[in-house]
T-cell receptor, first 112, second 117 residues
Framework: GENVEQHPSTLSVQEGDSAVIKCTYSDSASNYFPWYKQELGKGPQLIIDIRSNVGEKKDQRIAVTLNKTAKHFSLHITETQPEDSAVYFCAAKPFGNEKLTFGTGTRLTIIP | GAVVSQHPSWVICKSGTSVKIECRSLDFQATTMFWYRQFPKQSLMLMATSNEGSKATYEQGVEKDKFLINHASLTLSTLTVTSAHPEDSSFYIC?????????????FGSGTQLSVL
């Protein structure tokens, strides 16, 4: 089955700087890669996703890049703000499989 | 994005009682809903996949008689924790996917914190 590794597990960034979280996946059949933000005591919120036919996608301060050859994808947050502090999860879904496999999460702390 | 409503947000119950958690898709029809369990500072663990009108598919190691799932309509799935014990205390989260085959986006409810005394 699919296996998703996520790094780092914790990340502290000065406000205004950029944050990068990286994930690798094992199943070359995976073709959908979403990123979720989870605040304390709440459910995960979909913040951006990318499909395997695209190499990069951007939404305001958030961007995701995908390298299919290396089987890794990354989340980039620019101009970080205190409200970006949360736990971020990457996930991968193989084509034809309805289940998402989640990474282990990254606790991002933005230092004012 | 689509809205998934989950209730209650927290519940405290006595050991041996049953607790029902509801998950509703408010502005879309969800043919497939998923139930997850999350321990503190850990990732989401898939418990079961529920499809409208059919029996749920449980992940390995999840007791189907303990965690009863009903997906009676395209907008509602329920998880009942039967004869709850302290080890069942956890954060339970539901998610839903739209009815269109091409719709891969998964939207989550706000979660239910269950504490069993």
């Amino acid at each position: 089955g699919e296996n998703v590794e996520q790094h780092p597990s914790t990340l502290s960034v000065q406000e205004g700087d950029s944050a990068v979280i990286k994930c690798t996946y094992s199943d070359s059949a995976s073709n959908y890669f979403p990123w979720y933000k989870q605040e304390l005591g709440k459910g995960p919120q979909l913040i951006i996703d990318i499909r395997s036919n695209v190499g990069e996608k951007k939404d305001q301060r958030i961007a995701v890049t995908l390298n299919k050859t290396a089987k890794h994808f990354s989340l980039h947050i620019t101009e970080t703000q205190p409200e970006d502090s949360a736990v971020y999860f990457c996930a991968a879904k193989p084509f034809g499989n309805e289940k998402l496999t989640f990474g282990t999460g990254t606790r991002l702390t933005i230092i004012p | 994005g689509a809205v998934v409503s989950q209730h209650p947000s927290w519940v405290i119950c006595k050991s041996g009682t049953s607790v029902k958690i509801e998950c509703r898709s408010l502005d879309f029809q969800a043919t497939t809903m998923f139930w997850y369990r999350q321990f503190p500072k850990q990732s989401l663990m898939l418990m079961a996949t529920s499809n409208e009108g059919s029996k749920a598919t449980y992940e390995q190691g999840v007791e189907k008689d303990k965690f009863l799932i009903n997906h009676a309509s395209l907008t509602l799935s329920t998880l009942t924790v039967t004869s709850a014990h302290p080890e069942d205390s956890s954060f339970y989260i539901c998610s839903a996917r739209g009815a269109e085959p091409s719709n891969e986006k998964l939207f989550f409810g706000s979660g239910t914190q269950l504490s069993v005394l």
